[in-house]
């Protein structure tokens, strides 16, 4: 079974751009979430999706969007995008009443901004 | 405002001894704590998780313990190896698991 897919892995942006990444879920996972790790921060939430359907998001700001598709896919946006973006971006995906067993998470998309 | 904190960054063991990580949150209406590892490059996998009406679930050499009542959680892994030295993160989240908060990190070294 496919594990989850984000690309790109690594994306060097200069200071101003916007950019977008995409993660691909196991199949069958309904339930996606996207989480910022950066050093000394841990893993921060950024926002969870269901069927389309935004159901919870993190304290970040307005420049940092995200949606899902039908097949589950999910992508985030950054816009305006500032040095203290850079990080790792991880997606994550899981059944939905699995809390138990956590998410599966993605390798990441490292984001460097210059 | 950290909600799940891991206070100490680093923990060497030597080979066969036991490690012991440890958390502490803030928000008792946590229902769920999960450990995570995590290698350099990759992203973080599931380990263990316990329930808030538990106090202890082990999963081979993998324990997890949890203090209700001092908001604490501990991760014991017995016998250490070399190949569980990576970053360890707790987690923890309500009934839902829409959100999950996450410590730190924690970054274990097994000395053989």
Redesign the interface.
Known sequence: KAG?TQTPRYLIKTRGQQVTLSCSPISGHRSV?W?QQTP??????LF?YFSETQ??K?NFPGRFSGRQFSNSRSEMNVSTLELGDSALY?C?S?LDRD??????????TRLTVV | D?Q?K?NSPSLSVQEGRISILNCDYTNSMF??F?W?KKYP??????LI?I?SIKDKNEDGRFTVFLNKSAKHLSLHIVPSQPGDSAVY?C?A?G???????????TSLTVIP
Do not use: I
């Open positions: 989850v979430s989480y000394g921060q841990g893993l921060q939430f969870e159901r919870n993190g991880l994550a899981r809390v138990k067993y956590g998410y599966t998470f993605g390798s990441g | 950290q799940v891991q229902d769920y999960l995570y490059a990759e992203g973080p996998t599931f998780s329930s993160f987690a989240s009934l839902t698991g829409n959100q999950f908060y996450f410590g730190t990190g």
